[in-house]
């Protein structure tokens, strides 16, 4: 089972940014990734990474404004998020499983933190 803890949520104005973190404890390759629930709305996958591989995805609401990275010598995720909107204001939640190669959307990995709130409001 793979142990995941985020950090780093918080409140900005609209075009601010905001770095989220996830610290995983799992040595092999995994995918890793974040989703984000809204109240009313249904859970959405932000972006996700491959650690055996250079393989990303995003979604194409947050494509161009966010970036996901890990640092694999201090297990952890980031989610850079540039020119944040309204409508990123969400819980995020940081996911983890074990893969050999081919990711899910981050809402269906075993593992997952507790989530970090984030709010974009003037």
């Known amino acids: 089972q793979v142990q995941v803890m985020e950090s780093g949520g918080g409140s900005v104005q609209p075009g601010g940014s905001l770095r989220l973190s996830c610290t995983f404890s799992?040595?092999?390759?995994?995918?890793l990734g974040w989703f984000r629930q809204a109240p009313g709305k249904e859970r959405e996958g932000v972006a996700f990474?491959?650690?055996?591989?250079?393989?990303?995805w995003y979604a194409d609401s947050v494509k161009g404004r966010f970036t996901i990275s890990h640092d694999n010598a201090n297990n952890t995720v980031y989610l850079q998020m540039n020119s944040l909107k309204p409508e990123d204001t969400a819980m995020y939640y940081c996911?983890?499983?074990?893969?050999?190669?081919?990711?899910?959307?981050?809402?269906?990995?075993?593992?997952r933190g507790q989530g970090t709130q984030v709010t974009v409001s003037s």
């Open positions: 799992y040595t092999h390759s995994v995918c």
């Open positions: 990474v491959y650690t055996g591989g250079r393989t990303t």
């Open positions: 996911a983890a499983e074990g893969s050999g190669g081919a990711c899910r959307m981050p809402y269906d990995y075993l593992n």
